[in-house]
C-alpha cells in the first residue's frame, strides 16, 4: 500500500491510523473467507486511485436496500462512495434529477463502458412490455438490458432483485422477475435479503476490487462466504433446538427465555445466510430477526421466503451439527488419528442424541411452552 494512497484516505476519514485501516482490511477478508494474509492486498486494492464506477438501477423495489447501504460504519457510506468507489448514479442517492440525472446516467455508462459495475435493486416486470415499471419514458427492463451489456460485472442486491422476491409473489399481476432470470446467459451476483446486510455488499464488491473477478458462488449466483451456511447452523438458539426446548406461542415462558422458534414457523433451517455472524446496522448481539424473538421467514432463499406461509414449519431435511464443533483433520496423510476418531463418535453421539431430544419434542402436544432438558 502507498504511502501517498493511505494518507488520501486517512484524510477522508478525519485522520484514520494505518493500524485501524489494516484491523479494517483484515477484517474484510475474514469475512470473505479468505486467509487474514491477504488483508495487505485488500488495502492496497481500496486506496488504488482508480476507483471503479457504480452504477444503481432500482426497479419495482421498496428502497430498502440502498438504506441498509446507508447504515454500516465500517465503511460509511461517505467512505464507500468518496474513496471505495465511485457511485455514479443512483436514483435515491443522486443530487439531480430528471433528465439531468438521465443524462449523468449515459455519461458514465458511455465513459465507462467494460469498467463499471452495475448494480440491480428490485425486480423487474416484464408483463405487457415492462409499462408497469417506466424510467424517464422507458421501460426499466429495456434500461436494465441495455446497461448490463456494456457493464464488467452486474450485482443483484435484495431478494427482489435476486429472484423476484415480494414484487413477485402471487399472483405477480406485473410479471416481476429476478435479474439472473432476465439477463439469461449472463453472470449475475445475487445478494438477496429483505433488506441484504449491506457487508455482504460491501465484502462482494471489494472482493472484485482485489482480485479483478468475482468470489465463489453458489448454484443460486450467491457468494459463498456469505451463503455457504445454513442460519441454523450458527443461531444462538440452536442449543435449545438440540435440546428440545421450543417457544409454542408468542409472549409464553419457552418464548421469553430464548428457547428455539422453530415452532413458530423459524425457516432457519432451511435457509441459508449469515444473519446470526453478520448483525445488522453494526448494532450489537440480537440485531436480527431471531435475536429480537422473531422467527426467520426465509428471505435469502428462493421458494421459501414469501412463498411459505410466515407461521408455517420449516422443512428440516438439512439438519446438521451445530458449525461450533470442531472440525475433523487428519494426520500427515495417514488417515484419522484415534482421536479423531473419537471425536467422530462423540460428535456422532450428540448429533444422535439432539435428534432423539428434537424428534420426541416435536411429537408432543402444543400445550404451554416446552421445558424438557432443563
Known amino acids: 500500500m502507498k504511502e501517498q494512497d493511505f494518507s488520501r484516505v486517512s484524510e477522508r476519514l478525519n485522520g484514520i491510523s494505518r493500524r485501524d485501516f ?3 482490511c483484515t477484517v474484510m477478508a475474514a469475512g470473505m473467507g479468505l486467509p487474514l494474509e491477504f488483508a495487505p492486498q485488500i488495502a492496497a486494492a481500496v486506496t488504488a ?3 471503479p464506477p457504480v452504477i444503481w438501477l432500482s426497479g419495482s423495489a421498496c428502497t430498502g436496500c440502498t438504506e441498509s447501504l446507508l447504515r454500516p460504519s465500517h465503511p460509511s ?3 464507500l462512495i468518496l474513496d471505495l468507489i465511485s457511485l455514479d448514479y443512483n436514483e435515491t442517492l443522486n443530487a439531480g434529477a430528471g433528465h439531468q440525472a438521465e443524462a449523468a446516467l449515459q455519461a458514465s455508462i458511455q465513459k465507462n463502458a467494460g469498467k463499471f459495475i452495475l448494480v440491480v435493486e428490485g425486480a423487474i416486470p416484464v408483463k405487457d412490455n415492462g409499462v408497469y415499471c417506466m424510467i424517464g419514458g422507458k421501460p426499466f427492463s429495456e ?3 441495455d446497461t448490463a451489456a456494456k457493464a464488467a460485472a452486474v450485482i443483484a442486491i435484495g431478494s427482489c432483485a435476486s429472484w423476484g422476491g415480494v414484487a413477485a409473489a402471487k399472483p405477480n399481476p406485473t410479471g416481476a422477475i429476478g435479474a439472473p432470470e432476465f439477463l439469461k446467459g449472463k453472470t449475475v451476483v445475487t445478494i438477496p435479503g429483505c433488506p441484504p446486510n449491506a457487508y455482504n455488499f460491501l465484502s462482494t464488491v471489494i472482493h472484485f476490487l482485489t482480485f479483478k473477478k468475482l468470489p465463489s458462488l453458489d448454484q443460486k ?3 459463498k462466504f456469505a451463503y455457504g451456511r445454513l442460519i441454523h447452523e450458527n443461531c444462538e438458539r440452536r442449543p435449545h433446538f438440540d435440546a428440545g426446548r421450543f417457544a409454542i406461542k408468542f409472549g409464553d415462558e419457552g418464548h421469553r427465555k430464548g428457547y428455539c422458534l422453530y415452532k413458530l414457523g423459524c425457516k432457519g433451517p432451511m435457509t441459508f445466510a449469515n444473519c446470526p ?6 448494532v450489537g448481539p440480537g440485531a436480527w430477526p431471531v435475536g429480537t424473538g422473531h422467527p426467520c421467514f426465509g428471505c435469502t432463499e428462493e421458494g421459501v421466503g414469501f412463498n411459505i406461509p410466515l407461521h408455517a ?4 431435511k438439512y439438519i446438521t451439527p451445530g458449525s461450533a464443533y470442531p472440525h475433523i483433520v ?4 495417514e488417515g484419522a488419528s484415534v482421536g479423531a476418531v473419537a471425536l467422530v463418535a462423540g460428535v456422532a453421539g450428540v448429533a444422535l442424541g439432539a435428534g432423539v431430544a428434537v424428534a420426541k419434542n416435536l411429537g408432543k402436544p402444543e400445550q404451554g411452552s416446552s421445558s424438557e432438558g432443563e
Open 22 to 24: 489494516m484491523k479494517f
Open 49 to 51: 486511485p482508480q476507483r
Open 77 to 79: 457510506l461517505e467512505h
Open 143 to 145: 434500461i436494465v438490458r
Open 221 to 223: 449466483g450467491r457468494p
Open 277 to 282: 455472524a453478520i448483525l445488522f446496522n453494526d
Open 313 to 316: 414449519q420449516a422443512d428440516l
Open 330 to 333: 487428519s494426520e500427515r496423510g
